[in-house]
């Protein structure tokens, strides 16, 4: 695996890119293509949020992780694979291993994570370009 790019941290990516209404519901600051197949998408998980936070916990709610890993296949989907903003979208599969284990532990600070994504099949048809 390749050493992930430099990814920005400092805002999220428009609401449209992630298909969200709102903007304080976008979780992904940043997108880049590696090699191949190969994408990273920068995010970050705030502290406590309305919709994926139920409670108040010391660990960061893993369903807020798998909301941010949704939208990245979207952000990457329209700004690396350029797919135009308008087309449906069917999202099939999504597979994601956390490769630290305190990753979500920290009851002070929003979480800032890079997300590896590899495109497991690409058909010509699938993908406008």
Request: proline letters at 7%; aromatic letters at 10%.
């Amino acid at each position: 695996m390749e050493e992930p790019p430099y990814l920005a941290f400092d805002q999220t990516v428009p609401r449209k890119y992630a298909h969200r209404a709102g903007v304080s519901e976008v979780f992904v600051t940043d997108s880049a293509s590696g090699v191949e197949n190969e994408f990273f998408a920068g995010l970050q998980i705030p502290r406590s949020h309305v919709l994926w936070g139920d409670r108040p916990s010391k660990w960061h709610d893993p369903l807020a992780l798998v909301e941010a890993c949704r939208q990245a296949t979207f952000v990457i989907g329209h700004r690396q694979l350029r797919i135009p903003i308008g087309p449906v979208f069917v999202l099939r599969d999504i597979f994601f291993e956390v490769e630290t284990g305190d990753l979500l532990a920290d009851e002070m600070s929003p979480l800032d994570a890079v997300a590896r994504m590899v495109l497991d099949r690409q058909d010509s048809a699938d993908v406008m370009a």
